[in-house]
């Protein structure tokens, strides 16, 4: 293993907010560790979460991973604030481990708030969207 392979590791574990990897190639044994610095991402607080109204469904992250409102930096994201969406819609993209997880629209309803930036860490349970409800 050589240090390129090294830092590439070094650099997945930053992204995943890993505080220890370990490898094992061949006949060779590698353990990265590293200190949890807080991350860098936006996370939406217990008291701003108790800000939004109940009236919204909340999407929140299932990974620790970059979100993005794309499937490409050049097109259009996925939804806008004031987008109708359905059930199943695709609403984002978490990217976790060089894999493209699609997070889908779990309601019908409008959507009111987007909380993540593109291309920002996001955590398990981070809120991503706020979609007000269909009535009826």
Not at 81 to 99: F, R
Request: proline share 3%.
């Amino acid at each position: 293993m050589n240090e390129g392979e090294i830092r590439k590791y070094a650099k997945l574990m930053k992204e995943l907010e890993l505080t220890g990897l370990e490898i094992k190639a061949q006949d060779m044994e590698i353990r990265l560790e590293r200190n949890m610095e807080p991350p860098a991402a936006s996370t939406t607080t217990m008291e701003e979460a108790k800000t939004v109204d109940e009236g919204l469904h909340t999407v929140t992250s299932p990974m620790v991973g970059v979100f993005y409102q794309a499937s490409r930096e050049d097109t259009e994201p996925f939804v806008h604030v004031g987008d109708t969406i359905h059930k199943g819609d695709t609403l984002c993209i978490i990217e976790a481990m060089k894999l493209m997880n699609e997070v889908d629209a779990e309601v019908e309803g409008i959507v009111e708030r987007v909380f993540a930036k593109n291309g920002e860490t996001v955590g398990f349970g981070t809120q991503l969207f706020a979609i007000r409800r269909n009535n009826g």
